[in-house]
């Protein structure tokens, strides 16, 4: 059984995961060192949460969660970054959900 908090876990996990790439993606266009330490700062926390999650989870639920990360990612790429996100990654989007709630719930 998953209780909420591990779930809210896995989603600050996964929010942290692509953050850290948005930070990157930053720093590569404006090469300023926050950008980059932000990046890195958001990258070791998703690190620091997974083990976290491993503690209690079974592998095979946390490591295929990471899958959320995309979905994450498209949404800031869509938002942050002002990038064209078309019609077959929200379907892929909506996949990876389905399979996430198979896996989760």
Known sequence: MIDSWMIAV????????????AGLK???????K????????????GALL???LLKFLPLTVVLPAN????????????FAFKETVGPLRW?????I?????????
């Open 50 to 52: 997974n083990i976290v």
């Open 67 to 78: 899958a959320l990360t995309y979905v994450w990612t498209l949404i800031i790429a869509r």
């Open 26 to 32: 930053a720093y590569a266009t404006s090469r300023k």
């Open 34 to 45: 926050l950008h980059v330490l932000m990046g890195l700062g958001f990258y070791g926390t």
């Open 91 to 95: 379907i892929g989007v909506a996949c």
């Open 10 to 21: 896995l989603i600050a996990m996964t929010l942290c995961g692509a953050m850290g790439g």
């Open 97 to 105: 959900m389905g399979g996430l709630c198979l896996l989760v719930f």
